[in-house]
Nanobody, 125 residues
Framework: QVQLVESGGGLVQPGGSLRLSCAAS????????MAWFRQAPGKERERVAA????????NYADSVKGRFTISRDNSKNTVSLQMNSLKPEDPAVYYC??????????????????WGQGTQVTVSS
C-alpha cells in the first residue's frame, strides 16, 4: 500500500513557475514508476510526465517538453514536478500517481495503482 500526498499548487502568472511535490509513504518506493497527471474541467486525465523507479528514464507529454521537469529522490520517497514557463493551457488539478509495474512508463491512468488527492494549478494574470 502506498499513500501519496501532493503539495505546491497555487496561482501563478503566465510565464511563471511552480514546483509540485509528492510525498509517498509505504515501502519500496524505488520499485514504483511515478507520474504526474493533470485533469482540466471537461477534459480527460492526461499524463504530463513519468519517471522510472531508478530515476534514469523520463517521459513527457509533447505539450510540456522543455518546460516541465520530473525528478525523484528515493532516499526521501518524493517525486517532484518543476513547471516553468507556465501557459494559460496548463491550469488543471495535478495528480501524483504510482505504478507498481516497473516496466514501461505507461500513459494510461488505469495502469496506475495509487493516486494522490490532487493539487490545483491556476495560471492567470
Amino acid at each position: 500500500q502506498v499513500q501519496l500526498v501532493e503539495s505546491g499548487g497555487g496561482l501563478v502568472q503566465p510565464g511563471g513557475s511552480l514546483r509540485l511535490s509528492c510525498a509517498a509513504s509505504g515501502r519500496a518506493f524505488r520499485h514504483y514508476n511515478m507520474a504526474w497527471f493533470r485533469q482540466a474541467p471537461g477534459k480527460e486525465r492526461e499524463r504530463v510526465a513519468a519517471i522510472s523507479g531508478g530515476g534514469t528514464i523520463t517521459n513527457y507529454a509533447d505539450s510540456v517538453k522543455g518546460r516541465f521537469t520530473i525528478s525523484r529522490d528515493n532516499s526521501k520517497n518524493t517525486v517532484s514536478l518543476q513547471m516553468n514557463s507556465l501557459k494559460p493551457e496548463d491550469p488543471a488539478v495535478y495528480y501524483c500517481a504510482a505504478d507498481s509495474d516497473s516496466g514501461i512508463l505507461s500513459a494510461r491512468p488505469e495502469e496506475y495503482d495509487y493516486w494522490g488527492q490532487g493539487t490545483q494549478v491556476t495560471v492567470s494574470s
